[in-house]
């Protein structure tokens, strides 16, 4: 079963503007762990910013803002102020099983134009 | 402090083969994993170890074995390769203890022809 979902395959933000990428999860552990990575055209993995399923205030890391909507399962990425090298695919990724099985979604890829 | 290494960066293997991809990391992590990667997907997990001298399966561990050397290194498996098996695949580690922040190795791309 599909535990973590990215609908938008692709996504094209103008530079300087904010973006939201989305992401639903479907899990019934009460304490679980919500990711954001970015995998730039060069391959390698960076990690963005991290939500715990306990935390009540969204995080925030620089321009990166996670929007946790519990009931909704919901754990959107907001970049702000977008910047070419954004340009990337993102993706979003669950931990469960005391933070050991990790599940990522199929990725968003974000085009910054200028 | 180079974080996560892998070898080799690159491997074609033919149908039936085996090979051993190496994993290390320099930073003193419990827990290290590997991944792969499909055309346009995103990562799944093979195996996990969790602490020194512990192996478990991920989601997609069929045609896998792992190892875990020491705490620093954690090397990946193919007995008899498949043409399924051709991939991006990826190592990391996470301190674990609440910090659960996952680095990853630059890859290894395998083509099994």
């Known amino acids: 079963a599909q535990k973590i979902t990215q609908t938008q395959p692709g996504m094209f933000v103008q530079e300087k503007e904010a973006v939201t990428l989305d992401c639903t999860y479907d899990?019934?552990?009460?304490?679980?762990?919500l990711f954001w990575y970015k995998q730039p055209s060069s391959g390698e993995m960076i990690f963005l910013i991290y939500?715990?399923?306990?935390?009540?205030q969204n995080a925030t890391e620089g321009r990166y803002s996670l929007n946790f909507q519990k009931a909704r399962k919901s754990a959107n990425l907001v970049i702000s102020a977008s910047q070419l090298g954004d340009s990337a695919m993102y993706f979003c990724?669950?931990?469960?099983?005391?933070?050991?099985?990790?599940?990522f979604g199929s990725g968003t890829k974000l085009n910054v134009k200028p | 402090n180079a974080g996560v290494t892998q070898t080799p960066k690159f491997q074609v293997l033919k149908t039936g083969q085996s090979m051993t991809l190496q994993c290390a990391q320099d930073?003193?992590?419990?827990?290290m994993y590997w991944y792969r990667q499909d055309p346009g997907m995103g990562l799944r997990l093979i195996y996990y170890?969790?602490?020194?001298?512990?192996?478990d399966k991920g989601e997609v561990p069929n045609g896998y074995n792992v190892s875990r050397l020491n705490k620093r290194e954690f090397s990946l498996r193919l007995e008899s390769a498949a043409p399924s098996q051709t991939s991006v695949y990826f190592c990391?580690?996470?301190?674990?203890?609440?910090?659960?922040?996952?680095?990853f190795g630059p890859g290894t791309r395998l083509t099994v022809t």
């Open positions: 990391a580690s996470t301190r674990g203890q609440s910090s659960y922040e996952q680095y």
């Open positions: 899990t019934s552990d009460q304490s679980y762990g």
């Open positions: 939500q715990g399923s306990y935390d009540e």
């Open positions: 990724a669950m931990a469960l099983g005391n933070f050991n099985k990790f599940y």
């Open positions: 930073m003193n992590h419990n827990s």
């Open positions: 170890s969790a602490s020194e001298g512990t192996t």
